[in-house]
T-cell receptor
Framework: NAGVTQTPKFRVLKTGQSMTLLCAQD?????MYWYRQDPGMGLRLIHY???????AKGEVPDGYNVSRLKKQNFLLGLESAAPSQTSVYFC?????????????FGPGTRLTVL | AQSVAQPEDQVNVAEGNPLTVKCTYS??????LFWYVQYPNRGLQFLLK????DNLVKGSYGFEAEFNKSQTSFHLKKPSALVSDSALYFC??????????????WGLGTSLAVNP
């Protein structure tokens, strides 16, 4: 049971390049989330998904797109990277049961945009 | 609006001393409250949560948190700090806004430094 995994772990992009971050979970969770973490700003939700085939915007969605074609995978895309997207990106997943909501996090992807 | 506040950016304690990391919240209705820890260059790890029941919640690594409804607080505590507890700690509350979105509202984090 690997939990939540993210690939790649590190990436350096030039402004205008595109890339896709992959998140995979093997816990059969319905909900998945993409966050970015920046110094002094805590965690900010980019996009999330409440089930296969669904996505929704979080608080900072601009410049990002997501897809959830399979229940276990949640992809985050940057179509045209900007230096402001330099950050550490975390994926998380959670159960749907009412009394839980514990989110389980991946190890993160450190992205630098030059 | 719902919110979570961690009033201290950094907390310093000596090893062996008790530690407290503060969290206050503002939500409508009954809160679901969480504490997470982030060690350097790692993802966040779940420590404990309060959903209902006893106000004192016990979690991983000897941590506990006390829910105080009148003070709208959920402070994280440990009786005897270890150097290995040095990390970034996040408080979060479930977003009970419209829709079944299961989102969490996060505090900005508190950096805990335990000195030997």
């Amino acid at each position: 049971n690997a939990g939540v995994t993210q690939t790649p772990k590190f990436r350096v992009l030039k402004t205008g390049q595109s890339m896709t971050l992959l998140c995979a979970q093997d816990m059969n969770h319905e909900y998945m989330y993409w966050y970015r973490q920046d110094p002094g700003m805590g965690l900010r939700l980019i996009h999330y998904s409440v089930g296969e085939g669904t996505t929704a915007k979080g608080e900072v969605p601009d410049g990002y797109n997501v897809s959830r074609l399979k229940k276990q995978n949640f992809l985050l895309g940057l179509e045209s990277a900007a230096p402001s997207q330099t950050s550490v990106y975390f994926c998380a997943s959670s159960y749907t049961v009412e009394s839980t909501d514990t989110q389980y996090f991946g190890p993160g992807t450190r992205l630098t945009v030059l | 609006a719902q919110s979570v506040a961690q009033p201290e950016d950094q907390v310093n304690v000596a090893e062996g001393n008790p530690l407290t990391v503060k969290c206050t919240y503002s939500v409508s209705g009954n809160p679901y409250l969480f504490w997470y820890v982030q060690y350097p260059n790692r993802g966040l790890q779940f420590l404990l949560k309060y959903i209902t029941g006893d106000n004192l919640v016990k979690g991983s690594y000897g941590f506990e948190a006390e829910f105080n409804k009148s003070q709208t607080s959920f402070h994280l505590k440990k009786p005897s700090a270890l150097v290995s507890d040095s990390a970034l700690y996040f408080c979060a509350v479930r977003d009970v806004g419209a829709g079944n979105n299961r989102k969490l509202i996060w505090g900005l984090g508190t950096s805990l430094a335990v000195n030997p």
